[in-house]
């Protein structure tokens, strides 16, 4: 992105039609990872959302050199690594599931790495990234005694002080409480953005999600369904998994049949405008987000309701609609100055291009 500072050091991370297959003996071989296509720039940081299961770990461990390369080819900068022990990939990995070595503090495990590779200012540089990561508190302390969040704080800092050109994070903040988390994220990307670290951060939270990437890498099933910015995900989602997965509060997604082009119905009595030139007569999955409904003014297509709760959430609210002949109610965003109240008969409507369709069988999108 164009804010990123990119240092001269900084170097691209390209998977290329990466596979991965679990061979299990008398068992047929999981299919984890199905042919990813992904070029990182340098010095950008990409968060990998997805589903529990979805082969995220993987893809990270298979760029660490922790998990075996079924086919397809993974690159820094112009050099192929699948063939590299993990040790010479060039690539920090912060999970925590890594051993710390129990006989030396955290001080000593985050200098051990470094001393053995001769690094003169070891000692310096470990006290720097301690500091910048609010954890020189830890540095005297054995690996038994930690709490779970300290133990990744010292995950994290132990990628960072090997300055590696290329940085894996898997859920590096998920122990930490919310206070030390907004802290450690904050500086965990003004380091990123110093010293250029070409960056894949794992995260369930998405949230954390798109304070911090550049990019998004939206993964389900093993594959990548898309990646971009998060506006570019948010207000163009490529399938219907990826509008329902990005997105809070949920998008709302019912099923329609498109009407006469440029229109779709939904429930028993409503029309929506689309920006879709699917041919009517098409039963489709209709995606509106909730902040992208709104109240109809006269004569606009819309869809007829009941406010059954009203929310106020501070900064918005949040009102649940019944709309007749849907299965489900819908969600509505309002402004923190519409209130809505319950019982309250509206009719709701969307701009065009926020009503999305979708292939009711795969959710692909129906432009
Ligand atoms: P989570 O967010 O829960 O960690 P993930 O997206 O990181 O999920 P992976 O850990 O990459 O998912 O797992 C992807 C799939 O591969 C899962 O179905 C998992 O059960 C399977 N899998 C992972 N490791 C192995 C293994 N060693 N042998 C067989 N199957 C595996």
């Known amino acids: 992105s164009a804010?990123?500072?990119?240092?001269?050091?900084?170097?691209?991370?390209?998977?290329?039609?990466?596979?991965?297959?679990y061979e299990s003996r008398g068992r047929e071989a999981f299919h984890a990872v199905k042919g990813i296509d992904l070029h990182i720039e340098p010095g950008e940081l990409v968060a990998l959302l997805g589903p529990s299961g979805c082969g995220k770990t993987t893809t990270l461990r298979m760029i660490a050199g922790l998990e075996t390369v079924t086919s397809g080819d993974i690159r820094i900068g112009d050099r192929s690594?699948?063939?590299?022990?993990?040790?010479?990939?060039?690539?920090?990995?912060?999970?925590?599931?890594?051993a710390l070595y129990p006989p030396l503090d955290v001080e000593g495990n985050l200098s051990y790495g470094l001393k053995a590779r001769g690094v003169k200012d070891a000692d310096a540089r470990v006290r720097a990234i301690a500091e910048r990561l609010e954890m020189t508190d830890l540095l005297p302390l054995r690996p038994a005694g930690l709490s779970s969040g300290q133990k990744q704080r010292v995950a994290l800092a132990r990628a960072l002080v090997r300055n590696p050109p290329v940085l894996l994070l898997d859920e590096p903040l998920s122990h930490l409480d919310a206070a030390q988390r907004q802290r450690v994220r904050r500086e965990l990307k003004v380091l990123q953005r110093e010293f250029g670290y070409t960056t894949i951060v794992v995260t369930h939270d998405q949230l954390e999600a798109l304070s911090l990437a550049d990019r998004l890498a939206v993964m389900d099933g093993g594959i990548i369904q898309q990646f971009g910015t998060a506006d570019e995900i948010f207000d163009d989602p490529a399938n219907r998994f990826v509008a329902d997965f990005v997105g809070e509060p949920k998008i709302n997604l019912v099923e329609g049949v498109v009407d006469r082009p440029g229109t779709v119905r939904v429930g028993r009595d409503g029309v929506l405008p689309t920006s879709s030139?699917?041919?009517?007569?098409?039963?489709?999955?209709?995606?509106?987000?909730?902040?992208?409904?709104?109240?109809?003014?006269?004569?606009?297509?819309?869809?007829?309701?009941?406010?059954?709760?009203?929310?106020?959430?501070?900064?918005?609210?949040?009102?649940?609609?019944?709309?007749?002949?849907?299965?489900?109610?819908?969600?509505?965003?309002?402004?923190?100055?519409?209130?809505?109240?319950?019982g309250e008969a509206i009719r709701l409507t969307a701009p065009p291009e926020r009503v999305y369709l979708f292939e009711p069988e795969g959710g692909a999108r129906v432009r």
Not at 5 to 11: D, E, G, L, Y
Not at 81 to 98: A, N, W
Not at 320 to 331: A, F, I, Y
């Open 3 to 21: 804010t990123t500072v990119i240092q001269p050091t900084a170097k691209a991370l390209v998977l290329d039609n990466l596979h991965k297959r």
């Open 81 to 98: 690594i699948p063939h590299l022990p993990p040790g010479k990939r060039d690539v920090g990995v912060g999970f925590e599931s890594y």
């Open 277 to 342: 030139a699917a041919a009517a007569g098409t039963a489709v999955t209709v995606g509106v987000r909730p902040q992208d409904a709104r109240i109809a003014g006269a004569g606009e297509a819309s869809v007829p309701g009941e406010v059954l709760v009203y929310e106020n959430v501070l900064e918005f609210g949040l009102a649940t609609v019944r709309v007749e002949g849907l299965d489900s109610s819908v969600v509505v965003q309002t402004p923190a100055d519409v209130t809505y109240r319950r």
